[in-house]
């Protein structure tokens, strides 16, 4: 059994705080935090009620507590008052969802920066067979999410099968079944969000999806698993699925939010509430008010008790339940070490919202031609490796000196209409077979010294080209005398067999030089730190295969589905963009990167600049960035 199992509250400590003892008690809550906020934070799917169903919780086992006839039952006792409780609060959801209807319906709204799934793969940056657990849990029933609570736990040795039992009022037999049935359903889910992810995907799956709205539930899973069973496409995806049961090994249990366990007495210490620094953040808001001074209990330094913070919780004193739980209750990783937020992170880098992960090929735009009159002002360069990619607007000249880039590219051998500032220098680009010409190379080698080459060409609306095609016209590209970014491939840069890996390895067999890799990267998942995550992921993986330097052309968060693109809220992307180029900068092998890309209008809701002079969010946060 996990220590986290172990250091719920023995049966002596339990009979002192039966008997009157405050200091017991004290240790008693403490000690059952973790599990209840385990059990409730994925039962009710991280809704902002999750705090006030584990006070409600932790108010039963205080005031009942005297009438526990078998101290030694006290775990089975306390799973049980949990479950009910999580019932009694979906009950009261119905009512108040069916009193309200035609209203808000803000009974039925999680919090958004609490969704398990998501702030799981923000915090861990999950591996991909692990993130698609994570991310399938979204789909199930709600009586599954129950399930799915205490199986977990059940996984991890803290509670058994029969307290499982117990606490649903089944025998271990039908949970047995009903564990079975729901990880089946978790399995067929696994299938839909590798589907959804998949680059280039399925076009009768974009069919199915015309109507979903993106949002996960029990019905959509039916209708799209339907799909990913009788499609062959499909269908392929689904084969290297590994056994849930191995890619739950290892699971801690929930470390307590840093601003409570700062409270628990030392007895409570060990096991998870001790081992993992948890997010703090505002309080949310409690369905009572402040426990009356002369009625809070206090600790042996005069200060308040665990039974006052976990269960009175005055507004202000506890953060949310919310970063807490969702920090790990889904940490389904092995030696997971979770980071605290960082206290001098900008104001606009707020934390962001989660949103179902669905990918698809990223597609770059053709520059326009319409000229800027404006003169170019000498930026205050702040990195040699921050560019952007520009297509002209109006402004964008002056925009890309003000957007402080060091460098920049426009998908051409040319820039028409944009004067490059002082202090900042232009890359130009062989886009496809078609612009390998004698006046476009000669072009290229006149702008050089670096030049970048065919773009996404295992995308059919872009560059579109085969293997063979490309390495048929390198020579031609070498003999610029310039250094050359490989192809920047949409995706799968490091996969054995992928576009990228098929033409370095022609490339190395004609003796074609190769002098950097090109990358592109746009990431679906709207969370900071899963992003940032990603990210690196995937350049480490990519330099762990080629074993050379690295340029990351276009990047950003958006979301490509049902032919269209999904942008996160401005915030949001101010944010991944923040963290993002600081974890650039560590990478030794990483020379320069783009951001996707200068203009900002409604199509391009990435973009630093709406004018000449007017940055964005995420401009601000690209000025500031190095």
């Known amino acids: 059994m996990s220590s986290a199992g172990r250091a719920l509250p023995d049966v002596g400590l339990v009979v002192a705080a039966r008997q009157g003892d405050q200091r017991a008690l004290d240790d008693v809550v403490a000690a059952s935090l973790p599990l209840v906020y385990n059990i409730v934070g994925r039962a009710l799917r991280g809704h902002a009620d999750v705090d006030d169903v584990v006070q409600e919780t932790l108010v039963r086992v205080i005031r009942y507590l005297p009438a526990l006839n078998d101290p030694a039952a006290y775990r089975s006792w306390l799973v049980a ?41 923000l915090r861990l940056g999950l591996t991909d067979q692990r993130r698609e657990v994570a991310e399938a849990t979204r789909w199930l029933d709600p009586d599954d999410q129950e399930l799915l609570s205490l199986w977990w736990l059940e996984e991890t040795g803290e509670i058994t099968r029969n307290e499982v039992a117990d606490a649903l009022g089944l025998s271990p037999g039908h ?111 409690s369905a009572g008010g402040p426990t009356p001074q002369s009625a809070v209990p206090t600790d042996a330094s005069g200060g308040p008790s665990v039974v006052d913070l976990a269960v009175s919780r005055p507004r202000g004193l ?51 031609a319409r000229p800027s009159s404006k003169a170019p002002v000498a930026p205050a360069v702040s990195s040699a490796r921050k560019g952007v990619g520009v297509w002209n607007f109006a402004g964008a000249t002056q925009a890309l000196a003000n957007s402080k880039a060091s460098w920049y590219y426009t998908w051409g051998t040319q820039h028409p209409g944009i004067s490059t500032p002082r202090g900042a220098t232009f890359v130009p680009m062989i886009r496809s077979a078609e612009n390998v010409t004698a006046a476009e190379l000669a072009r290229a080698k006149a702008a050089g010294p670096y030049l970048l080459t065919f773009n996404e060409p295992d995308m059919p609306e872009q560059a ?24 920047a491939v949409a995706w799968g840069g490091p996969d054995p067999q992928g576009w990228l890996d098929r033409f370095m390895t022609g490339a190395q067999a004609r ?84 951001w996707f890309g200068l203009p900002a209008t409604d199509k391009d809701r990435s973009g630093l600049f709406s004018d000449g002079t007017e940055a964005t969010v995420v401009g601000r946060a690209f000025q500031a960035a190095r």
């Open 175 to 285: 949970v047995a079944v009903r564990i079975h049935r729901m990880k089946e359903q978790i399995q067929s889910a696994r299938g839909v969000v590798r589907a959804l992810r998949a680059r280039p995907g399925c076009p009768d799956l974009g069919a199915v999806t015309a109507e979903w709205d993106g949002t996960p539930s029990s019905l959509w899973r039916k209708r799209l698993a339907r799909h990913v069973r009788d499609c062959a496409f499909c269908g392929r995806l689904g084969t290297t699925l590994l056994p849930i049961d191995r890619l739950l090994a290892g699971m801690p249990l929930l470390p307590l939010p840093a601003g409570l366990g700062a409270h628990l007495p030392n007895a409570a210490a060990p096991g998870a509430a001790a081992q993992a620094v948890a997010p703090s953040g505002p309080t949310a808001g």
């Open 464 to 487: 579109n080209m085969t293997v063979e095609q490309a390495l048929d016209l390198w020579p031609q590209l070498m003999a610029t005398g310039s250094k050359l970014g490989s192809p």
């Open 511 to 594: 003796g074609h030089r190769v002098d950097f890799i090109t990358l592109h990267w746009f990431g679906a998942d709207f969370t900071t730190a899963a992003a940032v995550a990603q990210l690196r992921q995937y350049l480490q993986a990519v330099y762990q295969r080629y074993r050379k330097p690295i340029w990351l052309t276009e990047f950003a968060l958006i979301r490509f589905a049902g032919g269209g693109s999904q942008f996160p809220s401005q915030q949001q992307q101010a944010a991944f963009l923040t963290a993002a180029t600081a974890m650039l900068g560590q990478l030794s092998y990483l020379q320069r990167y783009a």
């Open 318 to 368: 506890v953060p949310s339940l919310a970063a807490g739980v969702a920090a790990a209750v889904l940490a389904i990783t092995m030696a997971v070490v979770i980071q605290p937020d960082d206290p001098s992170a900008p104001s606009w880098a707020a934390p962001p919202s989660a949103a179902p992960t669905v990918a698809a090929p990223s597609v770059a735009p053709s520059p326009s």
């Open 81 to 121: 008052i949990t479950i009910r409780q999580v019932r009694d609060w979906e009950t009261r959801r119905r009512v108040a969802l069916n009193r309200d209807a035609g209203l808000d319906a803000i009974h039925n709204v999680p919090d958004p920066a609490s969704d398990f799934a998501g702030m799981t793969i």
